[in-house]
């Protein structure tokens, strides 16, 4: 499994990236094989709204059917672009060594930060 981190920073409204993520984001790259599932992560620094999103995938294969032969470049769409202050040019790849989660009954899904 191969975890795709990617960051990006906004002083806009978090909420504008955060819906982009989650209503076209999500849907495109749950239609892609290969795709294993992501996460959406945000904390406040400075003023602005730091994001990190990690999508997991099957291969570096899989991710070059997304992204293209050069699999660190960032796939960033206009309209996440334009709800971002600034944004990773490049993603980074990790192999995922270990991995152990909640289940789902006890884990939070898809809740804006308190």
């Not at 499994?1 to 076209?24: D, G, V």
């Not at 202050?85 to 789902?104: G, K, M, P, R």
Request: proline share 4%; with cysteine; hydrophobic share 40%.
């Amino acid at each position: 499994m191969i975890a795709r981190y990617w960051s990006a920073t906004t002083t806009k409204p978090a909420e504008e990236y955060r819906r982009h993520f989650q209503q076209t984001v999500v849907s495109n790259l749950e239609a892609l094989d290969g795709f294993g599932g992501c996460y959406l992560l945000e904390s406040q620094v400075d003023g602005a709204t730091r994001f990190v999103a990690i999508t997991l995938w099957e291969s570096t294969e899989h991710i070059a059917a997304f992204a293209g032969t050069d699999i660190t470049r960032a796939h960033v769409e206009p309209e996440g672009q334009a709800a971002l202050t600034e944004f990773d040019a490049e993603a980074i790849n990790y192999a995922v060594s270990v991995i152990s989660l909640a289940t789902a009954e006890s884990s939070v899904r898809s809740r804006p930060p308190t």
